[in-house]
């Protein structure tokens, strides 16, 4: 198979029939081996949890289907640690949307003159970042998407209100089995005329608490499938 790009969690290949497939990596974000979603560097190696989070992302994939929700995903080989999902053009050199239902890590790093840590969001906040290692993943707004042409007014309110949508199934699942979604990364694309959820939806993308504790990875994967 053809490469098109090795990322920090996950490597990604073109299909003969148009599709594309991604490899996922047992890698994390994080910092000084510790486990961080917000960071945009590998901090850290956990085996096992890129067939995890392959498992994770399989199972949010299929519940945003049930609830009419269009993402990439169309098959998963979870031995194999792989999945097939559709072609899509991601924005500009790459995008990654949070939304943030609570003020915590890189939020509070910028922010934490003005708001306490875990200070609850109401409603949920959307911020997007560019990918880019090198600039520290810098944030951009929806006019400042507009300006560069990165994406119009209309694609970013589709994008905005599908991760709200998203973010809130995603909770009210965790929620059942007596967890927290503080926070949670995403990616989107463009396909057929349309911004459509891409990548994962692993637990290395989300910062979830039980109480007054955060859950790691792979503790966190086997609340979601083991219940």
């Not at 880019?132 to 400042?144: I, Y």
């Not at 699942?173 to 007596?178: N, Q």
């Not at 459509?196 to 504790?213: C, F, H, P, Q, W």
Request: with cysteine.
């Amino acid at each position: 198979m053809e490469m098109i790009y090795k990322g920090k969690t996950k490597d990604v290949f073109k299909l003969e029939n148009g599709n594309v497939l991604l490899k996922f990596k047992d890698d994390c974000t994080g910092k000084d081996g510790v486990f961080d979603p917000g960071e945009n560097t590998v901090g850290l190696t956990i085996d096992g949890i890129g067939k995890a989070n392959l498992q994770t992302s399989v199972y949010y994939f299929e519940m945003l289907k049930a609830a009419g929700i269009k993402t990439h995903y169309v098959a998963a080989n979870v031995e194999d640690a792989t999945m097939e999902v559709l072609p899509a053009t991601v924005f500009g050199h790459g995008l990654e949307v949070i939304c943030r239902l609570v003020a915590t890590g890189s939020f509070i790093r910028r922010y934490g003159e003005y708001i306490k840590d875990g200070t609850v969001l109401e409603g949920g906040y959307v911020e997007c970042t560019f990918k880019n290692d090198e600039k520290g993943d810098p944030l951009v707004t929806g006019e400042g998407l507009a300006a560069l042409g990165v994406m119009d007014e209309q694609l970013f309110a589709s994008m905005k209100e599908q991760t709200l949508k998203i973010t809130k199934i995603i909770a009210d699942d965790l929620k059942s089995i007596g967890l927290d979604l503080w926070d949670i990364k995403f990616e989107f694309g463009y396909n057929n005329g349309e911004v459509i959820l891409i990548d994962e939806i692993a637990s290395g993308n989300m910062r979830v608490y039980k109480g007054d504790t955060i859950v790691e990875p792979v503790e966190l994967t086997k609340l979601i499938l083991n219940r």
